[in-house]
């Protein structure tokens, strides 16, 4: 049903990278989120009223609530969408980080409603009742979450959608509070012994976990997280895989919503090429990749030398020096100032983990042993930090 939804109403759907082909994602996943909600708040409020069953007709509210998340998904998506204006150059991708983080907030005001009405029971605890029509309407509910989770959760997956991923678990949450009520009637009707309260606490701090988990995720990009392993590198081998590139360092990713973002990065040339040659291949790299991972990359270039042999013998037994200390650790952008004694200039990678302790020992240990490699030789050592996240 998914493929045939995504085939009849998303066109050009496998260009993803595409920011109105997410839009188009977008909208199906919310259009399909208000009717099936819009369809079981009207199934329950017609039964509930017919067989004057508070309980059901108070769940057709919840579907009413849930309709309203969708809405929510609905205009962020549509937002999200928007391009970029006067006000705003980078486009409004991240409206929808904040769409999600407002479903997220509506995932915990759930999961609390449902905690306080299953303390209270536990505190009066109510008889069940089996009544097989109510019964056969929360296993519909059931169905029907559970396909609107697996839905969304697809789609979310497969344009890295934040909102959608949301959407899809307050579904689960659904899925997950229904089955606890449809478990806890049968048991009761079964054995006669009421669990309802017991199992109502304790899927309301499943779903509350999911909503604070959603709000996390959601607000990461927000607030700025590490470049993904997985682009950090395809950045970088793109980059150094144009002639006249000898290497790349300093990779900084702004994420400014989905397919929404801004790249820096330092690109290594050879010292002795004309500066305009260079400036042309950087100017043109710039053009091909950005335009191939729909983001704005901009490149600073840093002369290398690649022929004296003094200054490559030093960078070699630097090199050796700094992976004996620790192999996590590496340097680029490396000068030497031939003074008597000489003076070398580089910029130290130090890993993420490493605390300032951890940095004033290496730098302190690296001066000593490049001092005893070369007799008397100095250091200018700038300490630079990595933004790539760790791999899985």
């Known amino acids: 049903m998914t493929d045939f939804l995504v085939r009849r109403f998303v066109r050009d759907s496998e260009n993803t990278e595409s920011t109105e082909v997410r839009t188009r994602y977008g909208i199906l996943a919310s259009v399909v989120g208000i009717f099936c909600n ?3 708040f009207a199934a329950k409020l017609i039964i509930g009223t017919l067989m004057h069953s508070l309980a059901v007709t108070a769940d057709a509210f919840n579907n009413l609530s849930d309709a309203a998340s969708s809405i929510i ?9 928007k391009p970029a204006d006067a006000e705003h150059p980078f486009g409004h991708g991240r409206i929808e980080y904040i769409a999600a983080l407002i479903v ?7 999961g609390f409603t449902f905690f306080k009405t299953s303390a209270g029971k536990l505190m009066h605890p109510e008889d069940i009742t089996f009544d097989l029509v109510p019964f056969l309407i929360l296993i519909l509910s059931i169905l029907v979450k559970l396909w609107m989770a697996a839905f969304n959760r697809k789609l979310g997956k497969k344009i890295d959608s934040k909102v959608m991923l949301a959407t899809a678990a307050d579904s689960l949450g659904d899925v997950i509070t229904t089955s606890a009520t449809v478990v806890s009637i049968l048991i009761c009707y079964v054995a006669n012994v009421n669990i309802d309260a017991i199992a109502g606490l304790i899927v309301s701090l499943l779903v509350i976990w999911s909503g604070f988990s959603i709000a ?4 990461e990009p927000l607030i700025g997280q590490r470049v993904p392993a997985e682009l950090y590198q395809k950045i970088s081998q793109m980059v150094e895989s144009y002639d006249g590139i000898v290497g790349t360092h300093d990779l900084i990713v702004h994420n400014y919503g989905p397919n ?18 260079s400036h042309a291949i950087i100017d043109r ?14 490149i600073h270039m840093d002369p290398v030398e690649l022929h004296d042999a003094e200054v490559l ?5 630097t090199e050796h020096i700094i992976k004996a200390l620790d192999s996590k650790l590496s340097f680029h952008d490396f000068r030497l100032v031939k003074t008597t004694p000489v003076n070398l200039i580089f910029d130290l990678l130090v890993p993420a983990e490493y605390t300032q302790k951890d940095t004033d020992r290496v730098l302190h240990q690296l001066m000593q042993l490049i001092s005893e ?20």
């Open 38 to 40: 819009v369809f079981l």
């Open 73 to 81: 998904s609905f205009i962020g998506v549509k937002m999200a969408g």
């Open 104 to 110: 997220s907030f509506l995932v915990i005001e759930v």
């Open 216 to 219: 996390k995720d959601t607000l």
């Open 260 to 277: 929404q973002g801004m790249a820096t990065i330092h690109a290594e040339v050879p010292n002795d090429v004309n500066i305009e040659v």
């Open 285 to 298: 790299i710039e053009r091909e990749v950005g335009k191939e991972l729909n983001i704005t990359l901009v």
């Open 313 to 317: 013998r030093l960078k070699e037994k």
């Open 373 to 392: 490699m070369e007799a008397g030789a100095t250091c200018v050592i700038t300490v630079d930090h990595s933004f790539e996240a760790p791999e899985e």
